[in-house]
């Protein structure tokens, strides 16, 4: 079992470009999540999923889609990078009503 | 506005010690608290959680307590190691939505 893996690790984009992060879990889990962390801010959640085929805002979703393209896989979409998305993106996924999230490695992404 | 605050950015504590830390909240729709650990460059991961009806719950060296009137969340931990240096986080639970803290970064020194 991989569990949650995103990629990618790293990326460097320029002010405007796009760019999507792709996120997959292998543990059946039916919830996945989008969250970003900064200094001094902690996790902040972006987007989640709650089952395949809904998608629903976090704390702040400006700036940023998602898709749920299947059970397994949620992407999040900058359309026009900005360099206040300088973050780590870190993707979540849990099982049913347990609570606890199982997060992947993270990307670091750089906005310039 | 922060809903969930961890107010100490950083605690040291020698090996053996108790280490003890703190998460506050404003507000009382939250009903599921948990604990995450993380170590640089690697996502956080679960540690231990407490029910909105418990006020206390207990794993190995690991105790969480709640105090809903206060709305107070602490992590004990006891005899603190080494191993567990990492940066704690706090999470708070409505629902689908989570509400992480600031975090915590403990050092405990040999």
């Known amino acids: 079992n991989a569990g949650v893996t995103q990629t990618p690790k790293f990326q460097v984009l320029k002010t405007g470009q796009s760019m999507t992060l792709q996120c997959a879990q292998d543990?059946?889990?039916?919830?996945m999540y989008w969250y970003r962390q900064d200094p001094g801010m902690g996790l902040r959640l972006i987007y989640y999923?709650?089952?395949?085929?809904?998608?629903d805002k976090g704390e702040v979703p400006n700036g940023y889609n998602v898709s749920r393209l299947n059970k397994r896989e949620f992407s999040l979409r900058l359309e026009s990078a900005a360099p206040s998305q300088t973050s780590v993106y870190f993707c979540?996924?849990?099982?049913?009503?347990?609570?606890?999230?199982?997060f992947g490695p993270g990307t670091r992404l750089t906005v310039t | 506005d922060q809903q969930v605050k961890q107010n100490s950015p950083s605690l040291s504590v020698q090996e053996g010690r108790i280490s003890i830390l703190n998460c506050d909240y404003t507000?009382?729709?939250?009903?599921?608290f948990l604990w995450y650990k993380k170590y640089p460059a690697e996502g956080p991961t679960f540690l231990i959680s407490i029910s909105s009806i418990k006020d206390k719950n207990e794993d190995g060296r690991f105790t969480v307590f709640l105090n809903k009137s206060a709305k107070h969340l602490s992590l004990h931990i006891v005899p603190s190691q080494p191993g567990d240096s990492a940066v704690y986080f706090c999470?708070?639970?409505?629902?689908?939505?989570?509400?992480f803290g600031t975090g915590t970064s403990l050092t405990v020194i040999p």
């Open positions: 979540a996924s849990r099982f049913g009503q347990l609570y606890e999230q199982y």
């Open positions: 999923s709650a089952s395949e085929g809904t998608t």
């Open positions: 507000n009382s729709m939250f009903d599921y």
């Open positions: 543990m059946n889990h039916n919830s």
């Open positions: 999470a708070l639970s409505t629902g689908n939505q989570f509400y």
